[in-house]
């Protein structure tokens, strides 16, 4: 479809591409079925600061969307037969819904207090740590990806193999210089699988028994030596450390207070209009 119209106004008004119903003249701009639609119904769709071509390529596209969407319509019309009343009940409860949810979040924002104590994290997750089951295998280790061809790696195996009461801050340095890919933060939970991504030991049938017997392992393939030193482990289903959901268990008090705030505000209008006998109840 071609919109000549809209290239030759754009030219001519550039980034004020649609003025208001007041200003501009109402001439449709395209029609579907019976359905019409003018210049004023894009006010305020584009960005204010487009160019002439971009507005003529988001006009051009949202004219052909709403083409279609009229078209749509119309053949669900004809196609089906609608309850015109469930549907206006419907687009009325979608637009309250909407009215409602905006009011909510103005509310929350305003009202909703971030702050999660250490304390608070850990009396939640001590009452509900039978909830917080691990759904894959975790580590605390060392790894290091190094190529077959790196310098002094039996003095790098040594001091790898020893830690945490080797050198770490060779350990450190022989890491930055050589190696492909590498994790050394020994107190902080991975997550196994992901750890391993890439890895011979991506491909290891049982896991969990690796993890049960291996402290210290190294893979190779054509390329790599997959250095891999554990200090401890979880194994899915069990109850997942605190330290490695901590942030979670934030989100979720964050959660439950926002949830707290929506219902603090209904009761709290709720309140007020009934002291205010805004509302009534008719009984028999």
């Given at each position: 479809m071609k919109y000549g119209w809209i290239i030759i106004l754009a030219f001519s008004y550039g980034c004020e591409f649609f003025k208001p119903k007041e200003t501009a003249t109402e001439a449709p701009i395209a029609r579907s079925m019976e359905s019409y639609l003018y210049p004023s119904d894009l006010d305020g769709?584009?960005?204010?600061?487009?160019?002439?071509?971009?507005?003529?390529?988001?006009?051009?596209?949202?004219?052909?969307?709403?083409?279609?969407?009229?078209?749509?319509?119309?053949?669900?019309?004809?196609?089906?037969?609608?309850?015109?009343?469930?549907?206006?009940?419907?687009?009325?409860?979608?637009?309250?819904?909407?009215?409602?949810?905006?009011?909510?979040?103005?509310?929350?924002?305003?009202?909703?207090?971030?702050?999660?104590?250490?304390?608070?994290?850990?009396?939640?997750?001590?009452?509900?740590?039978?909830?917080?089951?691990?759904?894959?295998?975790?580590?605390?280790?060392?790894?290091?990806?190094?190529?077959?061809?790196?310098?002094?790696?039996?003095?790098?195996?040594?001091?790898?193999?020893?830690?945490?009461?080797?050198?770490?801050?060779?350990?450190?340095s022989y890491v930055s210089q050589f190696a492909t890919k590498s994790y050394l933060e020994d107190t902080t939970w991975i997550i196994f699988d992901e750890l391993i991504?890439?890895?011979?030991?991506?491909?290891?049938?049982?896991?969990?028994?690796?993890?049960?017997?291996?402290?210290?392992?190294?893979?190779?393939?054509?390329?790599?030596?997959?250095?891999?030193?554990i200090f401890d482990f979880k194994i899915s289903d069990e109850i997942s450390p605190l330290e490695f959901i901590r942030e979670d268990i934030k989100n979720i008090i964050i959660n439950k207070r926002k949830i707290a705030l929506k219902k603090e505000l209904e009761e709290k209008i709720y309140d007020e209009s009934k002291e205010q006998h805004l509302f009534e109840i008719y009984r028999d």
């Open positions: 769709l584009f960005p204010a600061n487009i160019s002439s071509d971009d507005s003529t390529k988001l006009a051009e596209k949202y004219i052909e969307d709403w083409i279609k969407k009229q078209l749509m319509i119309s053949r669900s019309s004809q196609a089906v037969d609608f309850n015109e009343a469930e549907i206006e009940r419907k687009v009325l409860d979608y637009r309250y819904a909407l009215m409602v949810h905006s009011f909510e979040k103005k509310y929350i924002t305003q009202n909703l207090d971030r702050e999660v104590s250490t304390e608070q994290v850990t009396n939640y997750y001590n009452g509900k740590a039978d909830n917080f089951l691990l759904k894959q295998n975790i580590v605390k280790c060392i790894f290091a990806q190094v190529p077959k061809n790196a310098p002094n790696l039996a003095q790098f195996r040594r001091n790898f193999r020893a830690h945490p009461e080797g050198n770490l801050e060779d350990l450190k991504l890439g890895t011979p030991l991506e491909t290891l049938e049982n896991k969990n028994q690796f993890l049960s017997k291996n402290k210290y392992s190294e893979t190779t393939n054509e390329e790599y030596i997959y250095f891999l030193n």
